[in-house]
Nanobody
Framework: QVQLVESGGGLVQPGGSLRLSCAAS????????MGWFRQAPGKEREFVAA?????SYADSVKGRFTISRDNAKNSVYLQMNSLKPEDTAIYYC???????????????WGQGTQVTVSS
């Protein structure tokens, strides 16, 4: 059974940093795309970043967020710097066979971790 478990969320002040982690189990995902999505209150879930052999980022996070992975640990990470209040959302990790920013093409999802950026 595939499981994705996110961690690292929390409350941070504007301008601060957080590092999200997502640990996968039940299958080896070294040849899959691992991605991060987020859903803010009252808004649709949106793409944040993805990594397979290369990386992709939403324009809103370019230059502030960095996605990375450790295939030995079957894990993906999201380093978030210069956080803004508009980054407040539930952050989800997901896995896809293809390198895509389209959430419908992701096959497995975690339960999410809350990130709140507020003073």
């Amino acid at each position: 059974q595939v499981q994705l478990v996110e961690s690292g969320g929390g409350l941070v002040q504007p301008g601060g940093s957080l590092r999200l982690s997502c640990a996968a189990s039940g299958r080896t995902f070294s040849n899959y795309t691992m991605g991060w999505f987020r859903q803010a209150p009252g808004k649709e879930r949106e793409f944040v970043a993805a990594i397979k052999w290369s990386t992709s980022y939403a324009d809103s996070v370019k230059g502030r967020f960095t996605i990375s992975r450790d295939n030995a640990k079957n894990s993906v990470y999201l380093q978030m710097n210069s956080l803004k209040p508009e980054d407040t959302a539930i952050y989800y990790c997901a896995v896809s066979l293809v390198h895509t920013t389209t959430q419908e093409e992701y096959d497995y999802w975690g339960q999410g971790t809350q990130v709140t950026v507020s003073s």
